[in-house]
T-cell receptor, first 116, second 114 residues
């Protein structure tokens, strides 16, 4: 089956630093990748949708200058949390859609971010 | 705006019991509905995907039904086991309007006691 990896799986950083999270599709080409955020006991909230080679589309209320998304290839998308603050601490999950079956998203294992 | 609600928020049952998790959505114009499992601190595992033209899907002890017109889906778990303990998420999408977005419910946290 399709596999999506995320790196790192968890990260602790100081307030004010930037953190980059990678999302890779290992055995398929992902024309579209999605970034979600999940707070404790809450649902996954879509942050942005990225298509390879174009700018990401951000959901309402998500700061695009705060959460930089790059989808430079068909197998890699990155999310950079710039000038992280404690309120950015969350669980970030990416998913990737096979261009042939856009309705099926394959999810990564998630990245736990803790900002001190 | 699509909204997905899952009831109950938490459920605790003894091992061996059959159980039903509920999911409702406000906009019936969907392409599919998926049920996922999430273990604590982990990502999502897809359990079942029901296309809008289908009424149910089965995988092992799991059976998911979809009534698109009424905006409801149920996940039936037969003969529950302690290993079934996890949070179960329902998600709908993409919409027939062309959106690729998945909209998730808050999940049902299931605990199966040995």
């Amino acid at each position: 089956g399709a596999v999506v990896s995320q790196h790192p799986s968890w990260v602790i950083c100081k307030s004010g630093t930037s953190v980059k999270i990678e999302c890779r599709s290992l055995d398929f080409q992902a024309t579209t990748m999605f970034w979600y955020r999940q707070f404790p006991k809450q649902s996954l909230m879509l942050m942005a949708t990225s298509n390879e080679g174009s700018k990401a589309t951000y959901e309402q209320g998500v700061e695009k200058d705060k959460f930089l998304i790059n989808h430079a290839s068909l197998t890699l998308s990155t999310l950079t949390v710039t000038s992280a603050h404690p309120e950015d601490s969350s669980f970030y999950i990416c998913s990737a859609a096979d261009g042939r079956r856009i309705e099926t998203q394959y999810f990564g294992p998630g990245t736990r971010l803790l900002v001190l | 705006k699509q909204e997905v609600t899952q009831i109950p928020a938490a459920l605790s049952v003894p091992e061996g019991e059959n159980l039903v998790l509920n999911c409702s959505f406000t906009d019936s114009a969907i392409y599919n509905l998926q049920w996922f499992r999430q273990d604590p601190g982990k990502g999502l595992t897809s359990l079942l995907l029901i296309q809008s033209s289908q009424r149910e899907q089965t995988s092992g002890r799991l059976n998911a039904s979809l009534d698109k017109s009424s905006g409801r889906s149920t996940l039936y778990i037969a003969a529950s086991q302690p290993g079934d303990s996890a949070t179960y998420l329902c998600a709908v999408g993409p919409t027939q309007g062309g959106s690729e977005k998945l909209v998730f419910g808050k999940g049902t946290k299931l605990t199966v006691n040995p």
